[in-house]
């Protein structure tokens, strides 16, 4: 199998240096060998710093993706935590799309001022409990 260089994976997969020696340093990659002071990779780092990629974009935290990445003959991806959060995330875009409707009525309100508009206060009301901000627990 081919070694890339710490700068050509760097290159392929879009994440700095400076972030591959991070995840080397968390166990999330390993380096194979070093030529010089320069880490040298196995090309199959890209597929894994694709999952890290897909991982953080889903909101999973480094140490989540790590304990999947860490199992026994490759990836071990549990299933019951992907569902957990699409749970999360379904609860996000229902709070965000609430939250833009709200200021798309405010925006267009016909009332004479926003807090003439019922809509708009009760926005505030929500806002002022933390419901705009709490995320469900999972």
Do not use: W
Not at 18 to 39: N, Q, T, V
Not at 115 to 134: E, K, V, Y
Request: proline content about 4%.
């Amino acid at each position: 199998m081919s070694l890339l260089d710490i700068g050509d994976v760097a290159r392929q997969s879009g994440v700095p240096a400076s972030a591959l020696r991070f995840y080397e340093e968390k166990g999330l990659i390993a380096s194979a060998a070093r030529r010089g002071l320069r880490r040298q990779f196995h090309a199959d780092v890209l597929d894994r710093l694709a999952l890290i990629a897909l991982g953080q974009a889903a909101g999973f935290s480094l140490e989540e993706i790590g304990a999947m990445l860490a199992g026994e003959g490759g990836v071990q991806i549990d299933r019951a935590k992907l569902a957990s959060k699409a749970d999360e995330l379904d609860c996000a875009i229902r709070r965000l799309t609430a939250m833009r409707d709200g200021l798309r009525h405010a925006a267009a309100c016909p009332a004479p001022s926003h807090m003439a508009c019922p809509t708009f206060r009760r926005i505030l009301r929500a806002a002022a409990a933390g419901a705009l901000n709490r995320v469900p627990a999972a």
